[in-house]
């Protein structure tokens, strides 16, 4: 079990460097994880009524 807890700080820390690569201001402005806001990342995607949305609350992504 030890192995798989291992595999699951691993993956949360290069979740976290990606989400904060792609959208720092994400995570600095709602003090959220980076679990969150990678799901509101893959949610927004390309979607540019989603993006404004999201721009309104001041952040940019």
């Known amino acids: 079990m030890e192995g798989r807890n291992d595999e699951v ?3 949360d820390t290069l979740l976290g460097k990606l989400t904060k690569a792609h959208a720092p201001d ?6 959220i ?3 969150t806001a990678a799901e509101i990342l893959v949610t927004v995607g ?3 009524e989603w ?3 999201v721009t309104d609350f001041g952040v940019s992504v």
């Open 9 to 11: 700080k691993e993956h």
């Open 26 to 31: 994400l995570i600095d402005a709602f003090s």
């Open 46 to 48: 390309d979607n540019p």
């Open 51 to 53: 993006k404004q949305i």
């Open 33 to 35: 994880g980076a679990g």
